[in-house]
């Protein structure tokens, strides 16, 4: 059995359901299951809508565009009479009755967003079986169990494999299931975090003991750097898993961070392929070892450098790295780099701006606090000479870092 993931990009309007159907047309020989995220954009959209229903503004204002981009793709997917556009209609109208009740933010939040995804997993279901390839839609809340903490679930593992393995022993060879959702104990909606779909796919995989997870993407597969910023940019042929992990933790976002691990552990390689071009190879990633990896640079926007000064010529010590740090750890942030003096401790964080903003009022009444915000963090992994007198040597760079194999830069723009 094979797992496929799907990102929005690969749904986002009707040519590239088409295209996604043909690719998964392709393999109709194999067990598959597929694991597809909303359709283009549809979860910034759905994130509005919950934003709407919970200031009680106007939630139909913001639905509108959104049922209206759906119906048109199932207009130029399906003959009109087809059963599909009152299922889709149905589920946007389950929107409307979720502002009738009473939830707590994130618990709404989560059943509102989790529509794009079960309304794109029907239309391509249906879509596949009007090529009769005999595509089951699976509701990965039956299979994907999480802890009530909304917008983060946590995987209940014990549950989720018991429920997934049960999928091995069924007929079918092609079943069609949602990304980035799940179910909480008291039978709510869950999401996994933004973007969480691969780790779907990984949860699926590890729990099926699958050959194989590919994730199809619109790059040609996994670059050592964003061809956006740095057109030289290459694809790695193959990545030992530990690269690949490392890599979604300084920023690059390819990979949804939680997706090696279960992966890893499990021993099933990822493969990083191309929509667009499914004869390329893309990239492996796998146990192995690989003699000379490209230098790897990674690009994290969005970064704010804050200082804790010590004011009365005490230096800093660990009871107040213990207050910085209980802070931080209460706020549930990040640091994505640190580096102390004998009077200040600095920390790079991604600047959002409202838990920033606390963060610095609490350290406050321990500290003299100093930040800048609109900075980038450049990391480059296995750095030759080059990369390495390139990146430090460029304009703007306020704080770097290096150990053998890993340099860090923070930049201002
Ligand atoms: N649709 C979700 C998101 O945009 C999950 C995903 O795409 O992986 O965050
Ligand atoms: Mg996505």
Same mark, same amino acid.
């Given at each position: 059995m094979k797992v496929f993931k799907f990102g929005g990009a690969s749904v986002k309007n009707a040519e590239a359901v088409r295209n996604t159907a043909s690719i998964i047309q392709s393999f109709s020989s194999e067990k598959l299951v597929v694991v597809v995220s909303a359709m283009g954009k549809t979860t910034n959209a759905l994130e509005r809508v919950a934003s709407a229903i919970l200031r009680k503004q106007d939630v139909l204002a913001e639905l509108k565009p959104l049922i209206e981009y759906h119906a048109e793709i199932l207009r130029q997917l399906f003959p009109s009479q087809h059963p599909v556009f009152a299922q889709v209609e149905k589920i946007f109208a389950s929107i409307q009755e979720l502002a009738k009740q009473e939830m707590l933010e994130d618990q709404l939040y989560d059943q509102v967003v989790s529509v794009g995804e079960l309304v794109s997993t029907i239309i391509l279901t249906e879509y596949l079986n009007t090529l009769n390839l005999h595509a089951i839609w699976l509701d990965a809340r039956a299979y994907v169990f999480t802890d009530?903490?909304?917008?983060?679930g946590k995987v209940d593992w014990i549950k989720t494999k018991a429920a997934i393995a049960s999928l091995t022993i069924q007929g079918s060879s092609l079943f069609i299931t949602q990304g980035f959702i799940g179910r909480s104990p008291e039978g709510f909606t869950t999401t996994l975090g933004r973007e969480g779909s691969d780790f779907t796919a990984a949860i699926f995989a590890s729990c099926l003991g699958a050959e194989s997870v590919t994730i199809w993407k #619109?790059?040609? &597969?996994?670059?050592?750097? #964003?061809p956006k910023r740095l057109p030289a940019a290459v694809v790695f042929e193959e990545l030992p898993f530990k690269e690949a992990a490392e890599m979604t933790y300084y920023g690059a976002s390819v990979i949804h961070p939680k997706t090696i691990k279960p992966l890893a552990n499990a021993g099933i390689p990822l493969l990083v392929k191309n929509f667009d071009d499914p004869s390329l190879p893309g990239t492996r990633i796998h146990e192995c070892k690989v003699e000379e990896l490209q230098p790897l640079i990674v690009f994290k926007d969005n970064q704010c450098l804050i200082s804790c000064k010590v004011t009365d010529y005490t230096f800093i010590d660990e009871e107040q790295l213990s207050v910085i740090f209980k802070a931080l750890s209460e706020l549930d942030i990040k640091i994505n780099l640190m580096q102390n003096s004998a009077i200040s401790f600095s920390f790079c964080v991604d600047f959002r701006e409202s838990k920033i903003l606390k963060l610095i009022e609490k350290l406050q009444h321990h500290f003299e606090v100093y930040y800048n915000t609109g900075l980038t963090l450049i990391t480059v992994k296995n750095y030759d000479e080059k990369a390495f007198d390139h990146f430090r040597k460029q304009? &703007?760079?306020i704080l770097e870092q290096s150990s053998r194999s890993t340099l860090q830069v923070l930049v201002r723009n």
């Open positions: 009530a903490t909304y917008r983060e #619109d790059v040609p &597969g996994v670059m050592n750097a #964003d304009q &703007g760079v």
